[in-house]
Nanobody, 128 residues
Framework: QVQLVESGGGLVHLGGSLSLSCEIS????????ICWFRQATGKEREGVSC????????YNEYSVEGRAAISRDGAKNTVSLRMTNMQPEDTAVYYC?????????????????????WGSGTLVTVSS
C-alpha cells in the first residue's frame, strides 16, 4: 500500500522560503511521477512541480518557475519542495501525489486526475 505523508507546512513570511517534505512508502515500481499540487480556498487544485523517477526530468508550473524546486532523497524515500520569495497567492494546502505509469510533460501539472495516490496535505499560509 502506497502512503505519502507531507510535513513542513505552516506560516511563511512574505518574501520568505518554504520547505516541504513528503515521505513515500510502498512503491514497488520505478515507473511513476511525483508531484506537488496545491489548492487555495475556493480554487481548483493546481500542479506546482513534478518529477519523473524513470526519466529524471522536472516540470514546474509557469507561475512558480524560478522559485520552486523539487528534489528526491532516494535513501530516505523523501521528496522535497522548496520555494523562494513566497507571495500571498502561494497560500494553499499543498499535497504530495504519485501517478503510476504517467508520461510526464507540462500538461501533467494541469491533470490531478492522473495521480493515483495522495497525501493528506499540509497548509501553508504566507503572511506579512
Amino acid at each position: 500500500q502506497v502512503q505519502l505523508v507531507e510535513s513542513g507546512g505552516g506560516l511563511v513570511h512574505l518574501g520568505g522560503s518554504l520547505s516541504l517534505s513528503c515521505e513515500i512508502s510502498g512503491l514497488t515500481s520505478d515507473d511513476y511521477v511525483i508531484c506537488w499540487f496545491r489548492q487555495a480556498t475556493g480554487k481548483e487544485r493546481e500542479g506546482v512541480s513534478c518529477w519523473s523517477e524513470e526519466r529524471d526530468i522536472t516540470y514546474n508550473e509557469y507561475s512558480v518557475e524560478g522559485r520552486a524546486a523539487i528534489s528526491r532523497d532516494g535513501a530516505k524515500n523523501t521528496v522535497s519542495l522548496r520555494m523562494t520569495n513566497m507571495q500571498p497567492e502561494d497560500t494553499a494546502v499543498y499535497y504530495c501525489a504519485v501517478g503510476m505509469h504517467v508520461l510526464l510533460n507540462q500538461a501533467t501539472l494541469w491533470s490531478p486526475g492522473l495521480m493515483n495516490y495522495w497525501g493528506s496535505g499540509t497548509l501553508v499560509t504566507v503572511s506579512s
